[in-house]
């Protein structure tokens, strides 16, 4: 095995441990309500992802732990978007908006 092969391995490891370390940074930033983070992580992990991708689909010894890493990142993405939704929807239910929507809906809906 060349050098070069060598280094491109590392990388694709240390690419994958890059992702796993920003993806638990995203879910803590979830988990603490951290918004403007949050927007942040998200997007280094798309960017992350990205360069994964970029250096072609995942492939010799290290491409299990490759696919997990970015299995991780899907998972760590819809992790938050299903937190953020759920924050959304309190916020609805608080402020009454679906109340006011409907209201007004109704109101429309007569002659």
């Not at 491409?63 to 819809?78: I, K, R």
Request: net charge positive; hydrophobic share 45%.
């Amino acid at each position: 095995m060349s050098a070069d092969c060598a280094i491109i391995r590392m990388t694709r490891v240390a690419r994958s441990a890059e992702l796993r370390r920003i993806c638990a940074q995203l879910d803590l930033a979830v988990t603490q309500g951290d918004m403007a983070r949050v927007g942040a992580l998200e997007h280094a992990v798309r960017n992350a992802v990205m360069a994964m991708v970029g250096d072609g689909a995942p492939s010799g010894p290290e491409a299990a732990e490759e696919l997990s890493a970015l299995e991780a990142a899907l998972g760590a993405l819809h992790g938050a978007v299903g937190h953020l939704q759920e924050v959304q929807r309190r916020e609805m239910r608080k402020s009454g908006a679906r109340k006011l929507y409907l209201a007004q809906a109704g109101r429309r809906a007569q002659p």
